[in-house]
């Protein structure tokens, strides 16, 4: 009965194990990912702190734990992670809820912050732990957690444990590198969250990964013209965005975009008619805006003989 209730608790183990994908290897373990200790309730800062030194971005959880550790809950919610790995210059990267991707992303060098439920779902025991290794042979995979280097598991009991957390897992990425299982979409937002903050070097290093990953998708030229804009580079900010434009022409935020940046630099006829072509695909208020401001210096300029 406990081997039925294993089995079917946790179905990912079980599909990954029945036909394991030729890109995973059988076995790996991160050996040089760094090891804090985790003090009562500290479990988060701990995690934290592993993931960010392994990426380059030395820190105690000492540190940390003024920044994550929320006394009134007894520990840290996943936005603190997230807002703290920022902080530290590096980019969060919620992984989907896959345990493929997780041990695809373990497989290449990056340990992965993980949300555990210890105990049941109507009496949760909330943990953070770092996956650092997995052996398929051995249907194992290595932790550090707790107060444990290395934690070994059972997979399909780490499974469980994990989806009665919500299946989160987290990756702490230099701005350089884009993680192997990443989707545009949800990186570019990730990404994106640095640009209120002023960080716009970071965003812009981030970005110029994210082209070279996807090449073909225009609104990661979109995004990336957005942090050369921001941090003055108005020559490469028209180059990304007329990129964006060759591959969707009909872009109306890089329509947009262009056409405020021509208009800034006096070339108000190259300009007009891409804020006209934004309005008209898309009227929303940033678009019409740009419109009226480009025409109001359009009307002042005199008729040609």
């Not at 190259?270 to 309005?279: G, I, K, Q």
């Amino acid at each position: 009965m406990a081997l039925l209730a294993g089995c079917a608790g946790a179905p990912q183990t079980r599909h990954l194990l029945a036909a394991p994908p030729a890109q995973l290897p059988q076995r790996m373990e991160i050996d040089a990912v760094p090891f804090f200790p985790q003090q009562a309730l500290q479990c988060g800062p701990a995690a934290l702190a592993t993931v960010l030194t392994h990426a380059g971005a030395a820190i105690h959880p000492d540190t940390l734990t003024r920044q994550v550790f929320i006394p009134g809950r007894a520990g840290s919610l996943q936005l603190e992670l997230i807002a703290a790995t920022r902080r530290q210059g590096q980019v969060p990267y919620v992984l989907a809820p896959r345990l493929l991707d997780l041990l695809a992303e373990v497989s290449t060098g990056r340990p992965v912050l993980v949300l555990q439920n210890l105990s049941l779902d109507g009496f949760p025991r909330w943990h953070y732990a770092v996956v650092v290794g997995f052996d398929l042979g051995e249907q194992v995979v290595v932790l550090r957690s707790g107060r444990e280097r290395r934690h070994v598991v059972a997979m399909d009991t780490f499974e469980r444990t994990w989806a009665r957390g919500g299946r989160w897992a987290l990756l702490a990425v230099p701005p350089g590198q884009v993680p192997d299982t990443a989707e545009a979409e949800p990186f570019l937002r990730s990404v994106a969250a640095f640009e209120p903050l002023g960080a716009w070097s970071v965003a812009r290093t981030a970005y110029r990964a994210a082209v070279v990953r996807w090449p073909g998708n225009a609104a990661v030229w979109l995004a990336l013209g957005n942090a050369e804009y921001g941090m003055h580079e108005p020559v490469a900010a028209e180059q990304a965005w007329r990129r964006a434009l060759a591959l969707a022409p009909d872009y109306p935020p890089a329509l947009n975009n262009l056409a405020q940046l021509l208009a800034e630099q006096g070339r108000i006829a190259e300009a007009l008619p891409l804020a006209e072509r934004a309005v008209a695909l898309e009227p929303r208020p940033t678009h019409l805006d740009t419109l009226d401001a480009i025409r109001r210096p359009a009307r002042r300029q005199p008729s040609a003989e």
